[in-house]
């Protein structure tokens, strides 16, 4: 008996796995943690935009935020693991590829690999703030950035180095929010298990969203650019201080008010992606 096993069922025993049960249930999970995260981004911005200053409308205030509810530590580890889900769905998507026609293109397969290092620091971050190590990789974005830009600024060709990358996250923004404006997140939803309205309501959620998410990651690659022009790692800004810059734009507290709402409704766009995406 030749119990060797060919190698295209192999392949195909191995893609049936990346889309088992338990990784459709981690991708599941994943988006239902970043969506309280970007959820509760929106709410703390909005609190700035009405005149409070006080936490950071950042991953780590988000955490700060969500520590000081009932079950709060409880919480942020299940957000920590969540996030881990969703690194893994993407590392199984990079390996066998993604649902739809094109998901096993070259290029498909190396921005979910991308995603899955992207989500995997996350993770760590915030099961280091669970851990009680705030430090580690959770603290002010702002400052963070700052002192990336410093440390790179230092570089042989530094400068280039930082404009090349601000550029980069600005070409991502405006990305992000083309393809929210466009409606292309609706190719990987299941919508004909959606209600006519149901539809209406995640299409407002995602363009909304997804506009406001690219407009804030323009605006931080814009002021790397700008630290990389002038030297000055201060111009360097992290999600709080992105965000607060809206405020000082002619349109005053009340575009920091849309952008704000956006990241929340980006936030509830992100439940309904756990509900309906196609994994």
Known sequence: ??????????????????????????????????????????????????????????????????????LGNPSIWALGLGLAGMALWRLSEALFGAAGPDGHRPGKRLLSLGRCVFYATVSLSVVEFAAGREGDGSGASDQQSRDATATVLEFPGGPWLVAVAGAGVVVAGVWIAARAALRSFRKNLRRNEMSRRTRQVVDALGVSGGVARGGVFAAAGAFAVKAAVHHDPGSAKGMDDTLRSFADTPAGPWLLVLVAAGLALFGVFSFAMARWRKV
């Open 1 to 70: 008996m030749n119990a060797t096993v060919p190698i295209p069922e192999i392949g195909r025993t191995a893609r049936r796995g990346a889309r088992s049960n338990p990784i459709r249930v981690a991708a599941r999970c994943g988006f239902l943690a970043r969506g309280v995260i970007y959820l509760l981004v929106g709410v703390l911005a909005l609190r700035i935009a009405f005149g409070d200053s006080g936490e950071q409308a950042d991953r780590g205030g988000a955490l700060a935020e969500l520590a000081t509810a009932p």
